[in-house]
Nanobody, 124 residues
Framework: QVQLVESGGGLVQAGGSLRLSCAAS????????MGWFRQAPGKEREFVAV????????DYADSVKGRFTISRDNAKSTVYLQMNNLKPEDTAVYYC?????????????????WGQGTQVTVSS
């Protein structure tokens, strides 16, 4: 089992920044690719970003590319999502997730463990 706890959400004005953190416990953190997903009210959950086990490879949704940065600290068992130039359409509950399958993917059904989510609200 892997337990994931997100933090860092909140209310911010458009153009502002937030940094989300996701602390993992349980199994060896570096054995998992880590991803961030989000779900806005009335919408399906969508992929945001993913990082491989080493931290060298990343992938982003087109909607956040150039504004968001995913990173990880394996010594601290933590993954981060730096969000800059936030827009009202970024408003959602943000979830981190751990993928223990071989390789590296943005497909959500590969992710075995999920956090409880943290709310991000961007006002216009």
């Amino acid at each position: 089992q892997v337990q994931l706890v997100e933090s860092g959400g909140g209310l911010v004005q458009a153009g502002g920044s937030l940094r989300l953190s996701c602390a993992a416990s349980g199994r060896t953190f570096s054995n998992y690719a880590m991803g961030w997903f989000r779900q806005a009210p009335g919408k399906e959950r969508e992929f945001v970003a993913v990082i491989d086990r080493s931290g060298r490879l990343t992938d982003y949704a087109d909607s956040v590319k150039g504004r968001f940065t995913i990173s990880r600290d394996n010594a601290k068992s933590t993954v981060y999502l730096q969000m800059n130039n936030l827009k009202p359409e970024d408003t959602a509950v943000y979830y981190c997730a751990a993928d223990g399958s071989p390789g590296f993917s943005r497909v959500d059904r590969r992710f075995d463990y999920w956090g409880q989510g943290t709310q991000v609200t961007v006002s216009s």
